[in-house]
C-alpha cells in the first residue's frame, strides 16, 4: 500500500477549535514552501469541496507543503456559522498561516482562495506579511451583488418549497430572527450587512502581494480585470488567467450536466499551479 | 466538545472520518455511523448538516461517527466512470461498511450501531445494513425510491401559480403569449414537470430497495424513515412502499417507523428543517434505545 500521509487535525485559535487537513509535499525541495487554502463560504463550499481536495493534492505532488482549513462555523470547525463573522473569518486565515508555518516549518507561504474565500484571502494576504503570493479563484469582488445572488437564489427556493411566498427577495433581510437563511446556511445579519457594505479595493491594507486572478466560466470578467488593473496601478504585480469551465460552485439545474466531470477542473489545476511554480520559484511543473 | 479525526483502512483506500464522543455517555454506549450524501456532499453534510446532528447526538449521550467513501470528501481514491449517482457497487459498499463499523466500535468501544444516511447516503445505508450483527437500526432520510430521473421534482418554473392564473384573466398577457413576445420555453417545462410528476406518482419502487428493506425488517432491525413533505420520494413511498410494509407488519412484528417534517424538500436544506428532523430523530432514538443511565466519561 502507497504511504498515505495526509493529516487531519483540530487546532485552538482565539477560542475555537479549527479543522485542517494537511498534505505534505510528496517531493523535498529547499526551502519549504507552503499553500494555505481559503475555500468559498456557505453553499459554495459544499459543492466545490471535491476541486479544492483535488487542488490540494496535485499541490502536494507539485512540492508543495500545503493546508486547507474550515472558517470557524464552517465545515469541521467548531462553531455555529450563524454567529460567525466576517472580521472572525479573516483573522481565522491568519490563524491557519500561524498554525501551518509553524506546524510545516515553512519558509515561504502563498494563498489560494475560492470565490468569498479569495476576497477573504486577499484582504488576509494585504494584512498578513507572511504571505508573499495570493491565488484568487473567482473571487467575489462586488460583495453586495454576490449577497444579492445569494437572496435571488434562497428566494426562488423559499417560494417553491413553502406555502407562503414572498414578493420580492429582500423580504428575507427581514424575516424573523438574527440570520438570513441563504441556501442551507443562516448568515449572521450583521456578517451580510458587512458584506454589503464591503468595498474590496478600500479594504486591502498597505501594498499587496502578487496574484493571480482566474476568472472561472464562458466569456470575460470586467471585474477581474479591473481589479488587476486596480493592482498594477498601486504597483502590485498581478496577472489575469481566463479559464472556461462550468461553474463548480453552484448547483445548476442542466440535467446534462455531468457531476463526476464537475469534481475535477484539471485544465484549472493545471493553469493554477503552473503559475504558482514560477511564482514560488519551484522546480517545474508538468 | 470532544471531535477527533480517525484515518483508516479498507482494501487499499485510506479513508477520512470524524468521531463524535459525548462527555456523559449512556449506558450502554451506542452509536450512530453516518453515511455521507454523494458526489454533491462530503461527510459534513449538505449545509453541515451531518455536523449538527453528530453534535447533537453527543450532547444526548450517542457515540457518532462521519466519514467519507473511496473517492468522496477527503477520503483516499477515485470515483470510477461508470458510479451511479450516489450508489457504489456491493463489493465497495460491504467493505467500507465493515471497515468503518470496525473502526467506529473499536474506537468509541460501542457493541451496538445505527446507520444514518440522507438520500444516496440512504441507500447505501440500506444497501448495507446487513454487513455486521452489530447494526440494529436505520435511519434514512429521502431515501430515494427509485431512479431520480424518473421522479417529478418540483421546478422554478411552477412557482407561480398563483401570478399565473392571475394573468390569465388579464388580457394583456394573453396578447404576448399570441404575439409571441411569452417564454415558451418555460411554459414547455413546466408542463413537462407537471406531466413527469403524474407519471412519477404510478413509478414502482425499485425492487432492490424494496427488498432490502423488507429484508432489514425481517432481521429484526428497526428503520426510521424520514421525508420531507415536499419530496416526491415520500409520494412514492405513501403509494408504492408503505402497503409493501403494511402487509409484512401482518406476517412477524416488524419495527419501521416514518416521520414527516413539514415545509421540507429532498435533501432538507430549510433550517427548520434541519432542527425538526434533529428532534424527530432524538425523540425515535430515545423511544427505541432506551438508557439505562447516563455516565460521566473519564
Given at each position: 500500500m502507497n504511504a498515505w500521509r495526509e493529516q487531519p487535525l483540530f487546532f485552538d485559535h482565539a477560542g475555537a477549535r479549527l479543522y485542517g487537513m494537511f498534505y505534505p509535499a510528496q517531493r523535498s525541495i529547499t526551502p519549504r514552501r507552503g499553500l494555505v487554502i481559503c475555500p468559498a463560504i456557505g453553499a459554495e463550499a459544499d459543492l466545490s469541496s471535491a476541486v479544492m481536495v483535488q487542488f490540494a493534492r496535485c499541490a502536494a505532488a507539485a512540492g508543495l507543503e500545503v493546508f486547507r482549513f474550515d472558517y470557524r462555523?464552517?465545515?469541521?470547525?467548531?462553531?455555529a456559522f450563524e454567529d460567525a463573522t466576517l472580521e472572525e473569518w479573516l483573522d481565522d486565515v491568519h490563524g491557519a498561516v500561524r498554525y501551518f508555518q509553524h506546524h510545516a516549518a515553512v519558509d515561504t507561504v502563498g494563498m489560494l482562495g475560492l470565490r468569498l474565500g479569495g476576497t477573504v484571502a486577499l484582504l488576509a494576504a494585504s494584512r498578513?506579511?507572511?504571505?508573499?503570493w495570493v491565488c484568487l479563484w473567482e473571487?467575489?469582488?462586488?460583495p453586495h451583488v454576490f449577497v444579492d445572488e445569494l437572496l435571488q437564489q434562497q428566494f426562488l427556493a423559499h417560494n417553491l418549497w413553502t406555502?407562503?411566498?414572498?414578493?420580492?427577495?429582500?423580504?428575507l433581510l427581514i424575516l424573523n430572527g438574527r440570520g438570513v437563511e441563504l441556501l442551507g446556511y443562516c448568515w449572521r445579519k450583521e456578517t451580510v450587512e458587512a458584506l454589503t457594505r464591503l468595498d474590496v479595493l478600500s479594504a486591502l491594507h498597505s501594498v499587496g502581494v502578487p496574484s493571480l486572478i482566474v476568472h472561472l466560466g464562458s466569456g470575460r470578467s470586467k471585474r477581474c480585470r479591473a481589479l488587476r488593473e486596480a493592482l498594477q496601478e498601486r504597483g502590485i504585480p498581478s496577472e489575469l488567467l481566463e479559464v472556461d469551465t462550468e461553474i463548480f460552485w453552484q448547483k445548476s439545474?442542466?440535467?446534462?450536466?455531468d457531476l463526476l466531470k464537475l469534481r475535477r477542473q484539471d485544465a484549472l489545476v493545471h493553469h493554477t499551479l503552473r503559475w504558482i511554480t514560477s511564482q514560488a520559484r519551484l522546480p517545474s511543473h508538468a | 466538545m470532544p471531535e477527533r479525526p480517525i484515518t483508516f483502512t479498507s482494501g487499499s483506500h485510506h479513508l477520512v472520518g470524524i468521531l463524535h464522543e459525548p462527555i456523559a455517555a449512556a449506558t450502554p454506549r451506542r452509536g450512530v455511523l453516518f453515511f455521507s450524501p454523494g458526489v454533491q456532499a462530503?461527510?459534513?453534510?449538505?449545509?453541515?448538516s451531518y455536523v449538527r446532528l453528530a453534535r447533537s447526538l453527543a450532547s444526548s449521550g450517542w457515540c457518532a461517527f462521519r466519514f467519507d467513501f473511496?473517492?468522496?470528501?477527503?477520503?483516499e481514491g477515485e470515483l470510477p466512470?461508470?458510479?451511479?449517482?450516489d450508489e457504489f457497487s456491493p463489493e465497495v459498499t460491504r467493505a467500507v461498511t465493515t471497515a468503518a463499523v470496525q473502526t467506529f466500535c473499536r474506537e468509541a468501544h460501542i457493541d451496538e450501531v445505527v446507520f444514518y444516511g440522507l438520500c444516496g447516503g440512504a441507500r447505501t445505508a440500506l444497501n448495507a445494513a446487513?454487513?455486521?450483527?452489530?447494526?440494529t437500526g436505520l435511519v434514512l432520510l429521502?431515501?430515494?425510491?427509485?431512479?431520480?430521473?424518473e421522479v417529478g421534482w418540483p421546478a422554478?418554473?411552477?412557482?407561480?401559480v398563483r401570478g399565473y392564473l392571475r394573468k390569465a384573466r388579464q388580457w394583456v398577457y394573453w396578447k404576448r403569449f399570441l404575439t409571441l413576445q411569452s417564454d415558451y420555453q418555460f411554459f414547455r417545462k413546466a408542463l413537462w414537470h407537471l406531466v413527469r410528476g403524474r407519471l412519477a406518482e404510478r413509478s414502482r419502487v425499485d425492487s432492490g430497495v424494496a427488498h432490502n428493506l423488507l429484508e432489514t425488517l425481517k432481521r429484526g432491525q428497526r428503520l426510521l424513515f424520514l421525508y420531507g413533505d415536499r419530496d416526491p420520494f415520500y409520494k412514492a413511498f405513501q403509494v408504492g412502499l408503505q402497503p409493501q410494509l403494511s402487509r409484512l407488519n401482518g406476517s412477524a412484528p416488524v419495527d419501521y417507523a416514518c416521520r414527516i417534517i413539514p415545509a421540507?424538500?429532498?435533501?432538507?436544506?430549510?433550517a427548520a428543517a434541519q432542527e425538526r428532523l434533529i428532534e424527530e430523530m432524538l425523540a425515535w432514538l430515545a423511544a427505541r434505545y432506551p438508557a439505562q443511565s447516563p455516565v460521566r466519561v473519564g
Open positions: 462555523g464552517c465545515g469541521e470547525s467548531e462553531g498578513t506579511p507572511a504571505v508573499e473571487p467575489v469582488l462586488v406555502d407562503r411566498p414572498l414578493k420580492d427577495r429582500r423580504e439545474s442542466r440535467p446534462d450536466l | 462530503a461527510k459534513a453534510g449538505p449545509a453541515r473511496p473517492g468522496l470528501g477527503e477520503s466512470p461508470s458510479f451511479q449517482v446487513g454487513v455486521d450483527g452489530r447494526v429521502g431515501l430515494p425510491l427509485m431512479r431520480s430521473g422554478p418554473e411552477k412557482l407561480d421540507a424538500s429532498h435533501a432538507f436544506p430549510q
